[in-house]
């Protein structure tokens, strides 16, 4: 059944992902594969890598932009099993592996081109090595250094691994393998990958550390965060997400001497609880759900042991899992309807309209039609999201400059946007002079952050005027397009006409 499982939601995150638009971070992670670097101001290299290694197998498209995320997001469940079996039974193994598949989030992982797939990924590497060292297997080492390498290449978070290693050594000191020489040499190696991270940051003026530890977060107490645990339950499913916790519970109260259950609960229990700490304290404004994914790796093969032993029973297993599968085929049923225009338009009128996924294909095609009427002017977009799916859409066949929008600097993205110069001093030093036909995404931020904004656009390109608009999902997304020209230096625009 596990198999079996496992290759129907498969087959059906190939099918999604060769035609859901891409997120809007996926664009621009997209556009970071177009200028490969040692690291970049949002996040670190593997995921551009990754992309721009999938486009060259697969060609320019949802599916090559995503294929390598694919195959990784289709091996974990099988990792996952492997590393169970030989901590339980190959029965109880095939439980772990269908939990993963059947996890909302771990079953629709790889669907879309984000850096949580390689981290999850070196995550579970990382406990695979872990859990071979207490067996006294040297090769756990390199499992560890290599999944800490790819961690560091794949995310910032990868801090938050560390603390389950830390716990191990301060804790669980009668441990012989952590004397080995091979364990610290691996480490020492898995350094290495802080190391292309180090020297960009060196190069621009620490930007993505300052992002990613001060800017984005308050680094003060709000109360919202304790609502964690209850977001958690409704993501992974209340009765899984208790069972998970339990084993890990139970895996942190084994006996003295019984290594595989502390590595488990460390590895699980750590994240868990940092996470929790952290989101009392951190970011509270962008999508966080899939934080605490790596924890739940530990502790599918923590509930596996306990299956074994037969101290959970399978008829409780069963409903845990079916009511798993029902969320995760909810996710997936979500990403198809965000794939449809047709689907998409009766979620319209809810919370749960797929803002980020729809709408991107119908302005590109407008925006192509405009740029082959107006004699291919310079292309520019108000945001950097827009941009980005634009340059996706056009297959970067010509620049795709960003306005200075308040969303280029919340998500970190305005210092990348300079340092490609496709920001607005960009496009005065390079097009000064020069034809525009701008795209603006009117419906993004909220009302009076809208206003103010589009009031500020003839300040920014000379001679605006209005030249269509597309109302879509009953104007949950409306794009418009103007003709302008970019300002020369000294140049104080005004409004020909406005809209």
């Not at 995310?155 to 669980?172: D, I, Q, S, V």
């Not at 300040?459 to 997304?477: N, T, V």
Request: glycine share 8%; net charge positive; with cysteine.
């Amino acid at each position: 059944m596990f198999a079996l499982i496992g290759f129907a939601v498969q087959a059906i995150k190939v099918a999604v992902a060769t035609t859901l638009a891409p997120f809007g971070d996926e664009a621009f992670y997209w556009q970071e594969s177009r200028a490969l670097d040692w690291s970049y101001t949002d996040v670190p290299p593997m995921t551009a890598l990754m992309i721009r290694a999938g486009e060259s197998v697969f060609g320019h498209s949802p599916l090559g932009m995503r294929s390598l995320f694919l195959l990784l997001g289709a091996a974990m469940p099988l990792v996952l099993f492997r590393i169970a079996q030989r901590e339980s039974t190959t029965s109880a193994a095939a439980w772990a592996g269908l939990g993963w598949v059947l996890l909302p989030l771990g079953g629709t992982l790889g669907v879309m081109a984000m850096p949580d797939v390689p981290l999850t990924f070196a995550a579970l590497l990382m406990l695979a090595g872990l859990l071979r060292l207490v067996r006294d297997d040297a090769r756990g080492a390199w499992l560890l250094g290599g999944g800490l390498a790819l961690a560091w290449l794949s995310h910032y978070r990868a801090a938050m691994l560390l603390p389950a290693g830390l716990g191990l050594l301060l804790f669980h000191r009668e441990s012989v393998w952590w004397r080995r020489r091979s364990f610290w040499v691996a480490l020492a190696a898995g350094s290495l990958g802080l190391l292309p991270l180090l020297l960009f940051n060196r190069a621009h003026d620490w930007s993505a550390l300052s992002f990613q530890l001060v800017d984005r977060h308050p680094w003060r107490f709000h109360a919202d965060g304790l609502a964690q645990p209850v977001e958690q339950a409704l993501v992974v499913t209340p009765l899984l997400y208790l069972l998970l916790l339990w084993a890990l519970w139970i895996s942190a109260r084994g006996r003295a001497g019984d290594m595989t259950a502390a590595v488990l609960a460390w590895a699980g229990g750590s994240v868990v609880v940092g996470y929790f700490l952290f989101g009392l304290f951190g970011d509270d404004l962008r999508f966080r759900l899939h934080w605490p994914l790596p924890a739940y790796l530990a502790a599918l093969v923590a509930l596996a042991r306990l299956t074994a032993n037969a101290r959970v029973s399978r008829r409780l297993l069963a409903s845990a899992f079916a009511l798993a599968g029902f969320g995760c085929a909810a996710a997936l049923a979500y990403l198809a309807a965000a794939a449809s225009p047709s689907f998409a338009q009766p979620l319209a009128t809810y919370k749960m309209f797929p803002y980020n996924f729809v709408g991107w294909n119908e302005a590109a095609a407008r925006t192509r039609g405009w740029l082959a009427r107006e004699g291919g002017p310079v292309l520019v977009a108000d945001n950097f999201l827009l941009g980005a799916e634009l340059d996706f859409q056009l297959n970067a066949s010509q620049p795709v400059y960003s306005l200075d929008h308040p969303r280029n600097v919340k998500h970190g993205r305005a210092p990348q946007l300079a340092l490609w110069r496709l920001d607005e001093r960009g496009l005065r030093e390079r097009e000064a002079g020069n034809s525009v036909l701008l795209v603006v995404e009117r419906t993004t931020g909220s009302a009076r952050e809208r206003e103010a904004w589009q009031s500020s656009l003839c300040a920014r390109i000379a001679d605006l005027q209005p030249l269509d608009e597309l109302s879509l999902f009953g104007g949950r997304k409306v794009f418009a397009w103007y003709r302008g020209r970019v300002p020369r230096a000294g140049e104080t625009p005004g409004c020909a006409t406005s809209r």
